[in-house]
């Protein structure tokens, strides 16, 4: 509703322009753009929760999950780490031991920073490449200055 009122007072501070410039439409379609990650985030963790033995049915985990990511972002605690677990076992508690969920939770976590790390390590090369490519079309070398035929 902020963004289609886009009262002037906020629609004009440089910081939060690009927000109303994109509008409704390119906010719709940046949401539209998250689904399939968000999708497999969510259904990620329903299936590694059932390959753990939680059985979590596929409505409650389609529903809980949202909540629980949003629980990690909380700036509360390093990477979310502890917010998550702790969703997961209030969430959760139902369905399966709380230890068995804690335990979920903090593996889970685990292999998620194992994965960022690693992928971190196969781009890393491409990255440095591309930066160096980058910074030459920024700045080109810096050619000698011209002399003339005395030397000076």
Do not use: E
């Not at 109303?20 to 329903?46: N, T, Y």
């Not at 209030?90 to 998620?112: I, N, T």
């Not at 491409?126 to 920024?138: C, I, T």
């Amino acid at each position: 509703m902020v963004i289609a009122a886009a009262p002037s007072a906020l629609a004009r501070r440089p910081l939060l322009a690009p927000l109303f410039d994109a509008g409704i439409r390119g906010h719709a379609l940046a949401m539209l753009g998250r689904l399939p990650h968000v999708s497999v985030m969510v259904l990620g963790h329903w299936a590694a929760m059932r390959a753990w033995g939680i059985p979590v049915p596929l409505g409650l985990g389609v529903t809980i999950m949202p909540l629980v990511v949003i629980a990690s972002v909380l700036p509360i605690s390093p990477a979310g780490l502890g917010t998550t677990q702790a969703a997961l076992v209030y969430f959760l508690q139902d369905h399966a031991a709380k230890s068995v969920v804690l335990a979920f939770g903090v593996v889970h976590f685990v292999y998620g920073i194992a994965a960022s790390l690693l992928v971190g390590l196969v781009c890393a090369p491409f990255a440095r490449r591309v930066h160096a490519s980058v910074a030459l079309q920024v700045a080109p070398p810096v050619a000698p200055p011209v002399t003339n035929d005395r030397g000076g």
